[in-house]
């Protein structure tokens, strides 16, 4: 098969390599995923290195799922509609851009048993994670959305009725169905924090926080002792990089050896 990898600027915390080395022994794959760090002005040296066939394909992760698109020859109507791509695969000298951050999050809700139509929601964060996150929740048939934002001009591409807002004006929404946490706050090793707190821990029912590590976050702990349902990133994680595989491989995985590399994932995760 060849190699695999993912870029970022810090990869010290990713669990990607654990993952894709599962799904490699549990499919019987002969190849290898390396971690690739790189700086803003080094990814158009890797671009060569893939076009050259270095690669088989590439995952993307902060801060590049924006920046990677100026690079791709060609990007997926689902990468498209949501603005970033994760997800590069190499195919006749051409680079392909995808997203399945949004499989991921949709295999979350689903496998939690959590509905989004006409569901009030608030989202937190903006970033390339936040796009697909929403993009799967417009294609629920949500309610409406707010996404809590802090930037004054914030470019996140918005739909009617949704709204953006401060985090300062989260507590005059008073309650809603669903919270989705998509910053890195609470996450490994600022595991002390909460993006929400005080006035702004509005009531939900469900609160799914798409961090990964620590197991259970501030706001999930918060959120569960207020008797909501909280969910973390993992199943995200997982289910994205499954998704990967099947771009990469051009075949299907069912739900058995998702299920399988999650568990393996989270008994190392979470001893």
């Known amino acids: 098969m060849g190699k695999l990898g993912l870029l970022g600027e810090k990869l010290g915390h990713s669990y990607s390599k654990e993952i894709h080395e599962i799904f490699f022994k549990i499919a019987q794959k002969k190849a290898n995923y390396n971690l690739i760090e790189r700086k803003i002005n080094e990814i158009p040296d890797l671009i060569m290195e893939l076009k050259e066939g270095k690669y088989k394909g590439i995952n993307v992760t902060i801060p590049y799922k924006v920046e990677i698109m100026k690079y791709l020859d060609e990007v997926t109507s689902v990468a498209k509609n949501i603005g970033a791509v994760n997800t590069v695969t190499v195919k006749d000298g051409k680079l392909i851009g995808d997203n399945t951050d949004y499989s991921g999050f949709l295999k979350t809700l689903e496998l939690n048993k959590i509905e989004v139509e006409g569901k009030k929601i608030l989202m937190l964060g903006t970033g390339g994670a936040a796009k697909a996150v929403y993009s799967v929740l417009k294609d629920g048939k949500a309610g409406n959305i707010y996404i809590a ?111 399988e590399i999650y568990e393996k994932l989270s008994e190392k995760l979470y001893k």
Request: glycine content about 4%.
């Open 149 to 259: 934002t802090i930037s004054a001009n914030d470019p996140f591409p918005l739909k009617k009725p949704d709204r953006l807002i401060y985090y300062s004006e989260i507590k005059n929404i008073r309650s809603v169905d669903i919270i989705v946490n998509c910053t890195p706050v609470g996450m490994y090793p600022e595991i002390n924090m909460s993006p929400l707190e005080g006035s702004n821990m509005v009531d939900a029912e469900n609160v799914i926080d798409i961090i990964y590590n620590p197991r259970e976050t501030v706001l999930m702990k918060k959120y569960r002792e207020k008797g909501a349902k909280v969910v973390n990133g993992l199943m995200m994680l997982v289910a994205q990089a499954l998704k990967s595989e099947e771009i990469w491989h051009d075949e299907e995985y069912g739900e058995e050896i998702l299920i």
